[in-house]
């Protein structure tokens, strides 16, 4: 997830291809290993048994992105003789379920995406993930990672995985929408809900949601936790603090008035927000910088058809602007069916040429601090968000443990179809963080 998770887009369905589709949440744990197993039984990477691989398969949960992996795919072959098919899943429980069900049958991926935080400590722990701790440090020696973003990918002092990409979280907003009623990217949290006023008053909807919005139901929450006091956010993700707290419910009142205000579309539009940019129905969407894709799929570009601003603080006195960011990760499994192969390719997928082709055949940006963006825009962004004025913050998806953010997102989710009901839903998240704290003998 990508997460950057890209948005669900219908995949031709074939069995090796996409599993059967389950519910939107992510509720993995209702769901049958025993059903996924038989609907990718004969789907694992296969290969020659005698030798070694000379093409991958990698497993994800970004289905639209398959043409970027294909191209990745013929530039690895040419490049070091290592070819990639990516198989592409849409839906993320089903995708989740594979995966973990991977970790004890035969059914194993020669690569495949994940999350950091609390999902990658929870597969880390069944060691079974390979560990590229020897990997990341010729990374950051030869300049192609840096040791800030390591820690990240580090499970008890060690490393796992490599960035499979880098985003930053912000604004997306349309400039002909905009320019319609005289507005401007705002620098504080007055202007952008004066922004909202305008819209609202106007007959447009001033925010779509980041879909599926059962998905990513988290979004607003952490920006405006983060945004509001900081500390706070991070000691969430820690078990230091609760989800109870006055100020994390004052948060939540907040964002229920701006929902009981109009400003938010129907939560349970599924359709990709750059259909809606396309047709100009969208005004603003919050998501990371991976929306690019999306929307250069769709023939719209970036400083023409739309901008990008980074989200104020609501709590103006903050020293720095709180900026959501997210790194997912590209894994392989001690037990790959060629995890020397497997190795290959991620010391390959991390090199200047291989992120030069990545980020920008998506207008998106690298993880590798060699490769600039090629387009103006996109590299603004990047060198704004170095800015030492701002200060990084942990999409929560990452930031949580993982039984807390199982509870967050059907809680939320809840929320935004029913906001007067924010009280229980933090009860109800913090029950879930009080329980895990309890066996990890910390927190607060």
């Not at 719209?300 to 960011?325: C, H, M, R, W």
């Not at 590209?330 to 390959?348: I, N, Q």
Request: glycine content about 8%.
């Amino acid at each position: 997830m990508e997460r950057s998770l890209a948005p669900p887009t219908p995949l031709h369905h074939h069995p090796c291809k996409e599993a059967p589709m389950l519910s939107t949440r992510l509720r993995v744990t209702a769901l049958s290993t025993g059903a996924v197993l038989v609907a990718l039984t004969g789907c694992s990477s296969g290969g020659d048994s005698a030798g070694g691989k000379s093409e991958l398969k990698l497993y994800n949960d970004k289905g639209a992105w398959s043409e970027y992996f294909d191209q990745m795919g013929a530039l690895s072959k040419q490049s070091i003789g290592l070819g990639m098919k990516p198989v592409g899943y849409t839906d993320e429980p089903t995708y989740t379920a594979f995966i973990k069900a991977s970790l004890r049958t035969k059914v194993k991926p020669d690569l495949f995406t994940w999350t950091t935080g609390g999902r990658l400590n929870e597969i880390v722990g069944q060691k079974q993930v390979a560990e590229t701790t020897a990997l990341w440090k010729q990374a950051i020696g030869s300049g192609d990672l840096t040791a800030d973003l390591a820690k990240y990918y580090t499970v008890d002092g060690k490393q796992y995985c490599v960035p499979l990409n880098t985003a930053y979280w912000g604004m997306f907003y349309n400039k002909k929408v905009f320019a319609q009623h005289n507005l401007k990217p705002p620098t504080t949290w007055d202007e952008l809900t004066k922004i909202a006023e305008t819209l609202k008053g106007a007959g447009q909807v001033p925010f779509h949601h980041t879909t599926p919005s059962s998905l990513f139901s988290f979004v607003w929450f952490g920006q405006m936790v983060a945004g509001t006091d900081p500390d706070l956010y991070e000691q969430l993700g820690t078990g230091k603090a609760s989800f109870t707290d006055p100020r994390v419910v004052k948060v939540m009142e907040r964002w229920k008035s701006m929902i009981d205000a109009g400003w938010f579309a129907n939560p349970g539009d599924k359709a990709d927000p750059a259909d809606h940019f396309k047709s100009g129905k969208a005004a603003m969407v919050m998501s990371g910088t991976w929306f690019n894709t999306s929307m250069t799929q769709r023939g719209l570009k970036q400083g023409d058809d739309y901008g990008f601003f980074f989200v104020p603080n609501v709590e103006p006195a903050l020293p720095k602007t709180s900026l959501i960011f997210e790194s997912g990760p590209l894994c392989s499994l001690t037990k790959a069916p060629d995890p020397k192969a497997s190795e290959r390719y991620l010391k390959w997928w991390i090199s200047p040429e291989a992120q030069e082709k990545w980020s920008n055949s998506r207008g998106d940006v690298s993880g590798n601090p060699k490769v600039k963006a090629a387009d103006p825009e996109l590299s603004a962004i990047t060198k704004q968000a170095a800015d030492s004025k701002n200060r990084l913050a942990l999409r929560f998806f990452e930031l949580v443990p993982a039984p807390v953010l199982t509870a967050a997102l059907d809680g939320l989710s809840g929320f935004l179809a029913k906001p007067d009901t924010y009280q229980k839903v933090l009860a109800d998240i913090q029950k879930a963080n009080e329980e895990y704290w309890k066996t990890q003998g910390a927190g607060g």
